[in-house]
């Protein structure tokens, strides 16, 4: 197969795959085995043997190969020529017409540090084991600084760590202020604000006490705190709207299907199993267990692969409603990004995992939506047996309090906070039924709706019990931060 003939090959070639490349010894056939990242008619990387020695290959295809090419290639030399960590680059090449290719060696079991994180992530804030991942982390970005070099697309999926060792990765994200000098301030804290921002947002009042892991290596600047939180502010604006861009087009993370007839949106790793699911979504309704069967909704649990999930069609009651609902985003596609953005927050929701919207030459109707299921109870069956004596107990009211300042610091108002929307599960409040929500671009519209919110769940339970005179003591009142 020519290098070329990847252009088309779409975003999952047949395995395995052979490709003649060449090299200062002549021409030799690549065998890819496995594909690790791919964007379809633009880049390939995966796992492969050449001239018997297994490698990791960066296969550049399309009309800005050569491009893409150069700037990989001076990305991985700069790293190299400043001796930071970086697999070795055994192979390159360009070929006009063709293509590039970049073939590296292979650190076989290495791990990346966002591998690394995930496993300790849910451990108390700021534990010993996610001090160290990212302690690992901030070292290898203050070397990388002191020698004058950034990496743009700072993540924790570009770290390697293979026999103790953390290897920097993605050539085509290093840049350079001046070599070998350490980068000014000004980067520093713009490129320090993009990793920090990539981590919880409940990390942020820890971010001083991080820093020391990074002033250890690279102590040139005084990083002033307050500039810095200004930056991650900023990067996770803007991340955040990058993000739900990414959940209505096709992606590495979505498959996302648009056209006069209907739109559906999966994520790319549940697209084989609930894409038969919302194409026999009605039958798989009908043949129930339902948990509302209503006018304007009906709710059912479907068992996927053993897995139970969460199947909701939004109905159109009469020509009335569909007059009202035909040319607006429907509320399953409102709920789908709703969704994903408290998913991204980092607030407690179960996860959407599919929508579908029915059309007609572009004309909306039905539409339905799949999320995970939850197994927990709402906030109203969990809070009965105290309504009398209020003697809640205490995690489940500072989990309460915590919802409440995460939406607050966010904006976020969820429009219909009866009890039957928020359900504990795993320890924490999650909330459900997004049809409403919103995030607030403006303090004056959150004070309103907070307002709202607030008032619609205090009516949850009786203003003459104890229960309700202990969670109106705790919730706050202001939908300022810190202010009651």
Same mark, same amino acid.
């Given at each position: 197969?020519?290098?070329?003939?990847?252009?088309?090959?779409?975003?999952?070639?047949?395995?395995?795959?052979?490709?003649?490349?060449?090299?200062?010894?002549?021409?030799?056939?690549?065998?890819?085995?496995?594909?690790?990242?791919?964007?379809?008619?633009?880049?390939?990387?995966?796992?492969?043997?050449?001239?018997?020695?297994?490698?990791?290959?960066?296969?550049?295809?399309?009309? &800005? %190969?050569?491009?893409? @090419?150069?700037? +990989? *290639?001076?990305?991985?030399? !700069? #790293?190299?020529?400043?001796?930071?960590?970086? /697999?070795?680059?055994?192979?390159?090449?360009?070929?006009?017409?063709?293509?590039?290719?970049?073939?590296?060696?292979?650190?076989?079991?290495?791990?990346?540090?966002?591998?690394?994180?995930?496993?300790?992530?849910?451990?108390?804030?700021?534990?010993?084991?996610?001090?160290?991942?990212?302690?690992?982390?901030?070292?290898?970005?203050?070397?990388?600084?002191?020698?004058?070099?950034?990496?743009?697309?700072?993540?924790?999926?570009?770290?390697?760590?293979?026999?103790?060792?953390?290897?920097?990765?993605?050539?085509?994200?290093?840049?350079?202020?001046?070599?070998?000098?350490?980068?000014?301030?000004?980067?520093?804290?713009?490129?320090?604000?993009?990793?920090?921002?990539?981590?919880? &947002? %409940?990390?942020?009042? @820890?971010?001083? +006490? *991080?820093?020391?892991?990074? !002033? #250890?290596?690279?102590?040139?600047?005084?990083? /002033?705190?307050?500039?810095?939180?200004?930056?991650?502010?900023?990067?996770?604006?803007?991340?955040?709207?990058?993000?739900?861009?990414?959940?209505?087009?096709?992606?590495?993370?979505?498959?996302?299907?648009?056209?006069?007839?209907?739109?559906?949106?999966?994520?790319?790793?549940?697209?084989?199993?609930?894409?038969?699911?919302?194409?026999?979504?009605?039958?798989?309704?009908?043949?129930?267990?339902?948990?509302?069967?209503?006018?304007?909704?009906?709710?059912?649990?479907?068992?996927?692969?053993?897995?139970?999930?969460?199947?909701?069609?939004?109905?159109?009651?009469?020509?009335?409603?569909?007059?009202?609902?035909?040319?607006?985003?429907?509320?399953?596609?409102?709920?789908?990004?709703?969704?994903?953005?408290?998913?991204?927050?980092?607030?407690?929701?179960?996860?959407? #995992?599919?929508?579908?919207?029915?059309?007609?030459?572009?004309?909306?109707?039905?539409?339905?939506?799949?999320?995970?299921?939850?197994?927990?109870?709402?906030?109203?069956?969990?809070?009965?047996?105290?309504?009398?004596?209020?003697?809640?107990?205490?995690?489940?009211?500072?989990?309460?309090?915590?919802?409440?300042?995460?939406?607050?610091?966010?904006?976020?108002?969820?429009?219909?906070?009866?009890?039957?929307?928020?359900?504990?599960?795993?320890?924490?409040?999650?909330?459900?039924?997004?049809?409403?929500?919103?995030?607030?671009?403006?303090?004056?519209?959150?004070?309103?709706?907070?307002?709202?919110?607030?008032?619609?769940?205090?009516?949850?339970?009786?203003?003459?019990?104890?229960?309700?005179?202990?969670?109106?003591?705790?919730?706050?009142?202001?939908?300022?931060?810190?202010?009651?």
């Amino acid at each position: 197969m020519h290098l070329s003939e990847l252009k088309t090959a779409g975003r999952a070639p047949a395995l395995p795959l052979g490709l003649e490349l060449e090299d200062a010894a002549g021409s030799a056939q690549l065998q890819l085995l496995s594909l690790l990242r791919v964007l379809p008619g633009r880049r390939y990387v995966g796992a492969g043997v050449w001239r018997g020695r297994t490698v990791l290959a960066k296969l550049l295809v399309g009309r &800005k %190969a050569a491009r893409h @090419f150069q700037r +990989e *290639l001076q990305g991985v030399r !700069l #790293l190299a020529e400043q001796g930071l960590s970086t /697999p070795l680059l055994l192979v390159d090449g360009l070929q006009q017409g063709e293509g590039g290719w970049l073939l590296f060696e292979f650190l076989d079991g290495a791990e990346s540090l966002a591998s690394a994180w995930r496993k300790v992530e849910s451990l108390p804030l700021l534990a010993d084991e996610q001090q160290q991942v990212l302690a690992k982390a901030l070292t290898a970005i203050a070397q990388m600084h002191s020698k004058g070099l950034w990496q743009e697309d700072l993540h924790l999926d570009n770290l390697l760590l293979h026999d103790g060792k953390l290897y920097l990765i993605d050539g085509a994200g290093i840049r350079v202020e001046q070599a070998g000098k350490p980068l000014s301030r000004q980067k520093v804290l713009e490129n320090l604000g993009v990793f920090f921002a990539q981590l919880p &947002k %409940a990390l942020e009042p @820890f971010i001083e +006490e *991080l820093l020391v892991h990074y !002033l #250890l290596s690279n102590g040139e600047h005084a990083l /002033p705190l307050e500039a810095l939180l200004k930056q991650v502010d900023k990067v996770r604006s803007w991340r955040l709207k990058d993000f739900l861009r990414k959940v209505a087009r096709e992606c590495s993370l979505f498959s996302v299907r648009r056209g006069p007839f209907g739109l559906r949106a999966i994520r790319r790793e549940e697209e084989a199993a609930l894409g038969p699911v919302l194409e026999q979504a009605d039958a798989l309704l009908a043949q129930g267990p339902l948990y509302k069967n209503g006018g304007t909704a009906t709710v059912g649990r479907v068992d996927v692969g053993g897995r139970p999930l969460v199947l909701k069609r939004y109905n159109i009651k009469g020509f009335s409603h569909w007059l009202k609902r035909f040319w607006r985003p429907t509320r399953a596609w409102h709920s789908w990004r709703e969704g994903n953005r408290l998913a991204f927050l980092g607030i407690a929701t179960p996860k959407p #995992l599919a929508v579908l919207e029915r059309r007609f030459f572009w004309l909306r109707s039905r539409a339905y939506l799949i999320t995970e299921h939850l197994a927990g109870s709402d906030v109203l069956e969990r809070f009965a047996p105290y309504v009398e004596s209020g003697e809640v107990p205490l995690a489940e009211l500072k989990a309460l309090e915590h919802l409440f300042a995460e939406l607050i610091r966010e904006r976020i108002s969820h429009g219909d906070f009866k009890g039957h929307n928020l359900f504990w599960q795993d320890d924490r409040w999650v909330l459900i039924d997004l049809d409403s929500m919103r995030q607030h671009s403006s303090a004056h519209s959150f004070a309103k709706a907070y307002a709202r919110d607030r008032a619609r769940f205090m009516r949850n339970w009786p203003t003459s019990s104890a229960l309700y005179r202990v969670i109106d003591q705790r919730l706050p009142r202001s939908s300022s931060p810190g202010q009651d």
